[in-house]
Structures are given as structure tokens and as C-alpha cells.
């Protein structure tokens, strides 16, 4: 785990050294963080947001089998997991297990949140299953823009 997390940081050095010197960028064969999107259901419906507004898109939570499948493949290069793209993540029932299982496998977790939906309940358990990093969004969704 420690030589994975050394070698992404070597990679992020490399990368900003060739930036700085405008030299060509090799990425390697995967990408350095792992976006994954639980749900793309959201329980808001913010005038600004895509999702909120989006009525004909079917709605739907991503299969376990799904997300072990790439969590696998991916994690021998990979040293972040986000769990988030249009969707609230907390609306997975089984968001616990992801991010317990993505910590698991060496990953730093991280998860975008709207955070209506955190209560001292799910904060417990999103900190027992090992979350190392939450963003929150903050917005007026019934604010007129």
C-alpha cells in the first residue's frame, strides 16, 4: 500500500515537472483518481445543476458487482476514489460498503455530498467505513438565480 501511494506522488511530481518545463506528459495507463458515480438520482433539484433539472434521464444506483469490478481493476494504478458525478452518493444504500471497500483496497476515499442527508448516524458511518476526505456543496436550490 505504502509503495502504491509513493508511486502516485511520484507520478504528480513527474507530471509537474514536466509541466513546468513544458515537456510532454505521460499519464501511464490509468488515470490518477477513480471517479465513480453511485447514483445519478439526486433529492434536490437545483435550478443550476443539470441533474435537478433533468426529467427524462432513468434513474438508477450502480450495481456492487459493477463497482468491484472496476475498483479491481483499477486500483493497482489508482490512489483516489471519488464517489461522485451528477448524483447525491448518499442516496446509495449501500455507499457504506463502497467506501469501506475502496479503503480496503489502499484508496484514499472521497465523496461529494449536498449534505442534506448527513445526520450523526450516517456521519458515524461513513467514518467508520473509512471516508478520508468529504466535499460539501452548498447551494440555494429554491433561491431564484
Not at 49 to 59: A, F, I, L, V
Amino acid at each position: 500500500m505504502k509503495r502504491r501511494k509513493l508511486r502516485g506522488r511520484f507520478h504528480l511530481i513527474r507530471c509537474a515537472f514536466a509541466y513546468t518545463f513544458r515537456r510532454s506528459v505521460s499519464t501511464g495507463p490509468m488515470p490518477y483518481r477513480l471517479w465513480l458515480e453511485p447514483t445519478n438520482t439526486c433529492n434536490l433539484h437545483c435550478r443550476m445543476c443539470p441533474t435537478g433539472q433533468d426529467r427524462d434521464t432513468e434513474r438508477g444506483f450502480m450495481d456492487w458487482d459493477l463497482f468491484q469490478c472496476i475498483v479491481d481493476a483499477a486500483s493497482n494504478q489508482t490512489t483516489e476514489l471519488i464517489l461522485h458525478h451528477r448524483g447525491e452518493p448518499l442516496l446509495h444504500p449501500g455507499i457504506g460498503e463502497m467506501i469501506r471497500y475502496g479503503h480496503s483496497c489502499g484508496l484514499r476515499t472521497i465523496l461529494h455530498t449536498n449534505a442534506t442527508l448527513l445526520d450523526e448516524e450516517m456521519t458515524g458511518m461513513l467514518l467508520s467505513a473509512g471516508l478520508d476526505l468529504s466535499l460539501i456543496h452548498i447551494s440555494e436550490p429554491t433561491r431564484p438565480l
